[in-house]
């Protein structure tokens, strides 16, 4: 494994249900990407993009091989040291965005600062200049409930990408979103990961998105076939 590698899956075997029923959805799964690196992973339905990415999130287990994040081996880390290191070093972006519905704008993108027990008042303006950045400072006080699908995305990106994690993970990010919103979002997204040295992986259907990115790895039937 390169010494600038951050993600490294070796050998990845997923499988749902057992017997007769069993669904192997990753078969062999090896890659590797680099610190600072914008991936992006592309295939047709049910391929087992999602799930690929969930394993890399450390939210979804795996039957057999092996995955090392940020240099480290996660196959015996506790629920627990799961769930901290997730939040210290991994971002994410759910393609229906996943915003608490009680919480404003600006509570939903400071969470995670405050989760990591950080001072209020400057996770406050932590929160508030990636909200800018998104052009949406003008929405800090309304709920998800109040916002257009495509205002519930970028605070979804901006809440990934407010506690300057090490990887951002995102589903379908824009698979709600017109082109035009898409490219915005993308580009935005993209432009403070470059500033911050965020590792970035998409999962997209959008050839557009994915021509943004410096690397495409497409899967189909649960293997890689092909990385460019």
Do not use: W
Request: with cysteine; proline share 3%.
């Amino acid at each position: 494994m390169e010494p600038n590698t951050i993600i490294h899956a070796d050998n990845i075997d997923k499988i749902y249900g057992s017997g007769r029923n069993a669904l192997r959805v990753l078969r062999g799964v090896s890659l590797s990407i680099a610190r600072g690196e914008i991936v992006s992973i592309m295939g047709p339905s049910g391929a087992g993009k999602s799930t690929l990415l969930n394993v890399m999130g450390c939210l979804d287990g795996f039957q057999s091989g092996g995955l090392s994040i940020l240099g480290r081996e996660l196959s015996g880390f506790s629920v627990e040291d799961l769930s901290t290191f997730r939040n210290r070093h991994i971002g994410f972006v759910f393609q229906l965005h996943n915003l608490l519905p009680d919480f404003t704008a600006l509570e939903n993108v400071t969470m995670p600062l405050l989760i990591r027990r950080e001072n209020r008042a400057a996770a406050r303006k932590s929160a508030l200049s990636v909200i800018e950045r998104f052009g949406m400072l003008d929405r800090i006080g309304h709920r998800p409930g109040e916002l257009s699908g495509g205002e519930c995305q970028r605070i979804a990106v901006a809440r990934a990408i407010v506690g300057r994690p090490d990887i951002i993970l995102a589903d379908e990010p824009t698979g709600s979103l017109d082109s035009t919103n898409s490219q915005v979002l993308m580009s935005t997204l993209f432009e403070l990961g470059r500033e911050n040295g965020t590792t970035i992986v998409v999962v997209t259907h959008d050839a557009g998105i994915a021509s943004m990115t410096g690397r495409t790895i497409t899967i189909v039937d649960g293997a890689i076939i092909g990385a460019q």
